[in-house]
C-alpha cells in the first residue's frame, strides 16, 4: 500500500479504474500491459488498499464484483482458476480465433452499476472478427440464468455465427458448460490479471458506458432500449472494419461462411 501513498498519479490512476469497475487483476494486467507505470503493483496490494482503515471511507469496494464491505479470511476463498479444466483455458484456445481468422468467437463480460441500485446489470459480447455487439440485461448475477439468456439471444444464429465464447474467470460464468449443452459453444477463459487477452469487449464497454454510466438505475431500462443502443453501435462505421459498420462486416461475414 506505501506504493500507492507514495505516487499519487498511481494512487488517482488506481481510484479512477476502480471506479469505472475495473478489477483489481484488470487494473495490474493494465498497467504491465501498456507500460503505464515504473512502479509494479499486484492485486492484493489494491485489495489491502480498498479495505485499509485509511483508505476505507471511499466505498471503492462498492465497484468491485463481489461489493463485499470486508474481506473473506483469505484462506476461505476458492481460485477459481483451479475451477476451470485446463481444456477451457485460453492457452488451448486454436490461434485463428486470436487472429480473427474465423468467424462466430465472441468475447463476453459483465458490466456492473452501482450497489444501491441493485443486482441488476448488462452482459455484452462481441463478436471478434465483425465487432458485432449484443446488450443483454440481467436482473441477477447467477450464472446459470446468464447463461441461459445467452442461448435465448443466440438461438436464431446458426452454428457457425456462435461457435465460441472467451470470458473472464468472473462467477457469472461459472456456468459456462450450459453454452456447450445449450447451443454446441465452447468457453474459452483468460488468464487472470490479463483483461488485454479479450480487448475487442474492453473496447465495447469504453462505448457502451458513454450511454450507460455506473449510475445508471437499470430496472428504467428496458431490453428494447438495451436492443437499440446495440444497433446503434452496430451501425456506427469502424476504422478497423475499413470504415464499414458491425452490422455490414457481420452480415457479409454470415453469408459467406454459411
Avoid at 15 to 42: D, F, K, N
Avoid at 160 to 175: I, K, P, V
Wanted: aromatic share 10%; hydrophobic share 35%.
Amino acid at each position: 500500500m506505501r506504493k500507492l501513498r507514495r505516487y499519487p498519479e498511481l494512487r488517482k490512476f488506481v481510484i479512477e479504474q476502480l471506479e469505472a469497475h475495473w478489477s483489481p487483476e484488470q487494473i495490474c494486467g493494465r498497467l504491465v500491459s501498456h507500460g503505464l507505470s515504473a512502479i509494479r503493483l499486484c492485486a492484493e496490494t489494491i485489495y489491502r488498499f480498498i479495505y485499509s482503515k485509511e483508505e476505507y471511507a471511499l466505498k471503492l469496494y462498492e465497484h468491485l464484483a463481489e461489493m463485499r464491505t470486508k474481506r473473506c479470511p483469505r484462506g476461505t476463498r476458492r481460485s477459481r482458476s483451479s475451477r476451470i479444466p485446463e481444456a477451457f483455458r485460453i492457452h488451448q484456445r486454436p490461434g485463428f480465433i486470436g487472429n480473427r481468422l474465423q468467424f462466430g468467437n465472441w468475447e463476453g463480460d459483465l458490466i456492473i452499476f452501482d450497489r444501491d441500485l441493485g443486482e441488476a446489470n448488462v452482459m455484452t459480447l462481441v463478436e471478434r472478427k465483425s465487432r458485432y455487439c449484443v446488450i443483454i440485461k440481467n436482473n441477477s448475477r447467477h450464472s446459470k440464468p446468464i447463461m441461459n439468456k445467452i442461448i435465448q439471444a443466440f438461438a436464431a444464429l446458426p452454428y457457425h455465427a456462435r461457435r465460441s465464447f472467451t470470458s473472464d474467470r468472473d462467477s457469472e460464468c461459472m456456468a459456462y458448460r450450459a453454452l456447450e449443452d445449450g447451443m454446441g459453444a465452447k468457453s474459452w477463459f483468460c488468464d487472470p490479471n490479463s483483461p488485454w487477452q479479450k480487448g475487442a469487449i474492453e473496447n465495447i464497454n469504453k462505448r457502451i458506458r458513454r450511454y450507460l454510466p455506473s449510475n445508471t438505475d437499470l430496472t428504467q431500462v428496458s431490453q428494447a432500449q438495451l436492443t437499440a443502443l446495440a444497433h446503434n453501435l452496430n451501425a456506427t462505421p469502424r476504422k478497423c472494419l475499413g470504415f464499414k459498420t458491425p452490422a455490414e462486416a457481420f452480415a457479409t461475414l454470415l453469408q459467406e461462411a454459411a
